[in-house]
Structure formats: C-alpha cells, structure tokens
C-alpha cells in the first residue's frame, strides 16, 4: 500500500499544493471583493466565471494536453493560475477578476485533467480506489487548509494573493521533477446528456440541480458569513466547518446508498438540509450555532452529487462510463455558473441568509422531482448496483481521464 502511495508522491505533492492556494483564493476573493465595494452580484459573478471557464477547460484540455503532453501542460496552467493569483490585487475590478477567474476555472480543469488522467494510467484495478480515493481526500483537506490560512494576514493586503501565488508556483516542482513516464494522452471529451436523461434522469437533473445549490455556495458562502455579522476570521471557519462535514459523511452516507434505493438518500439528505438551510435563512443564529449549522449543512448538502452520480452509474452501461462522467460534469457545472448568480440576487435583500433560502428553494426542486421519479421508476435490483466508489463520484474528479481501455474493465 505505501509503495503504491508513494509512487504518486510527486503528483499527490503538486496536488497538495495548488489546492492549498486555490481553497485560500477561493474564500480570499469574494471578503476582498465585499471590501472593494463589489455587490453581491458582481460577486456572484466572479463565482459564475470561475465554473464557466472550468467547463471550457473540460471541452478543450484534451486537445491542450494532447498537443504539449502532460508535463508541460502541467507547467503551463500552474504557470498560468500562479501569475492570476499574483495578478488579482494589482488590477481590482469587476471586470478584471471575472476575466481572471475564468482563466482560472479553466487552469484547474486542465490541471484536474492532467493529474487524474496520470493517476488513471499508473493505477490497476486493484490499486484505482486507493490511488484515488487517496487524491480524493488530498483535495479536501488542501481546500479546508487553504481557507484556515486567510487567518495568516489581513484581507485587505497583499500578502494573502502572494501566499497563494507562492504555493501554486510551487507545485509545479515535483510534478516537473518527477521521472515517472508520461501516460497515454487523454481521450477526448464525449457528453451526452440525452443518453443520461434516458438512461438516469435522477442523475442528469440531480446533477444540474446540485450544481445550481453548491456552485452558490461555493461562490457566496464566504459573503454569507460576513452577512450574519462574522469577520474574516469567523467567514474561514464558517466555510471550513461546511467542507470538512461533508468530505466526512461523504463515505458513510455512500455506503448507506448501497443498501437501498439511492433516490431516497438523496431525498433525505435533500429534505434535511432544506431545514438547515431554512435554519439558516430566516433565523440569526450566532456563534457555535452558526458553526454547528454550517457543518450541518455541508455534511448534508455537499455529499448529493456523490448520491445522483452514484445513481446514474447504476443505470449506465459499463462500456459508456467515461460518457457519463462527463456528461454528469457537463451538468453540473452548467449549473454551477447559474447558481451564484440566482442567489446574488437573494442576496440582496437577505446579506447573509438569502443564499441559503436560495439553496433550500433550488432543493425543494430537486427533491420534488426525486419523489416524481419514485413513483415513476423502481429501484435497481441490489445486485444490479454498483459498489458506491467515492473517487468516481467525488465533484472533486474531472470525470473523462479514465486511461485508454479502463473503461472496458470492471469497476471495483
């Protein structure tokens, strides 16, 4: 097991570091963005631009990294987002930063695609689930300690962009020294939606609907916690309380998934995190409630898009797995751009509670359509589904990197 870990190492390192200093980004730019004076919805914005340019990077990374090979497009994106980081307090301005969170979201989808492809082509089938369920958790303890670093300096200065920029430009180092062969190019993209739609429409509309929710939250939960009275400080624990919640129920919550219809423990974790959400909305809570309901709601909330992915590939057919990935991603962050933008506009009216009125509302959507295709469709025979496998339904995994002939292999 740890030579198989340690064969990744220089991947897991460079991994480590670029998400560190992008989860510090992530928090950093809206507060600072609130203290420039830009209004919710510019801020929603920045969100919106960020997960636009990341489906633009799962169209055209392939072509990117098959053209240069994986190390260089490596380089060249880290290159890229590292001079963004550095870039943002240099030239504040609504305009600019969309711009440059675009370019962002595109550099970390090729980065994603760059790691995982390689993750894919070292991994057999009996070492894929530790290898990336390994990558998976990497992922969010990097974010969760990326945020915890907005504590390092004050928001308003520079130190934070360079803290960021400093840790990005440093993973390029071990992923540029490593003497691992290249793997095979990245196969190209295939979405295709209205295979999913037929095949699983709980999937494809969970997916959309989720996107939607989560792309808000992750666009606007910091600006939230400031609109409930919380500083800078008090925003970094706030949001970290949500993400470490939900990469800890992500697993149990899956394999409670595998004993009975999926669709119902989505609907429960839909109906449970409207509560919080609700909680959250229209109440004042302050303090350790207000951290208790943030963990309440990531641990809730965070985890169903791992249940609708895990749905649609119980309905997928073994051969079309790369396509539903990819069209599960397609989706998803298709809603993920809509979503800051819908809850900026709550925002207005409620600063801190309104984005999670527009998360319990998109929920209650969801949840409706879930209780349709209920009564609609019966649950897949047990020994039917598939094993739930976190790496394959973590919204952390770009999705289309499965290596050349991995996707005629049994999965796990």
Known sequence: ??????????????????????????????????AEGFGPIAIGLLGSAYFAGFVA???????LVGRAGHIRAFAAVVCGVSAVAFAYPLLVGEVAWALMRFGFGYGLAVFYLVVESWLNDRATNTTRGLLLGTYVMINHAAIATGQMLLLAYPVAGFELFAVAGILISLAA?????????QPQP???????????????????????????????????????????????????????AAVLAGAVTQMPIGRLSDRMDRRLVLAGLLLASIGVGLALGLSAPQGFGLLALAACFGGLALPCYSIAAAHAYDHADSADYVGTASSLLLVNGLGSVA?????????????????????????????AFVLWRLRRRAAPAPEARESFDMAATSPAMVGAVIAPGAEAEPRD
């Open 339 to 367: 979503g800051p933008i819908g809850a900026a506009l709550l925002m207005r009216s409620f600063p801190g509670g309104g984005l999670f009125l527009f998360i319990a509302l998109t929920q209650a959507g969801l949840l």
């Open 173 to 181: 180092i071990p992923v540029a020294l490593s003497r691992a062969p």
């Open 1 to 34: 097991m740890s030579r198989v870990l340690l064969s990744a190492g220089a991947l897991f390192a460079g991994v480590a570091l670029l998400l560190t200093g992008h989860g510090l980004l992530t928090l950093l730019l809206p507060l600072r963005g609130a």
């Open 57 to 63: 990077g799962c169209l055209h990374g392939p072509h």
């Open 186 to 240: 990245v196969t190209d993209v295939r979405f295709r939606p209205g295979r999913l739609w037929r095949a699983s429409p709980v999937g494809l509309v969970g997916s959309l609907m989720v996107g939607l929710a989560n792309g808000a939250f992750w666009g606007l939960g910091a600006v939230a916690a400031t609109g409930f009275g919380l500083d800078a400080t008090g925003a970094a624990l706030f949001m970290t």
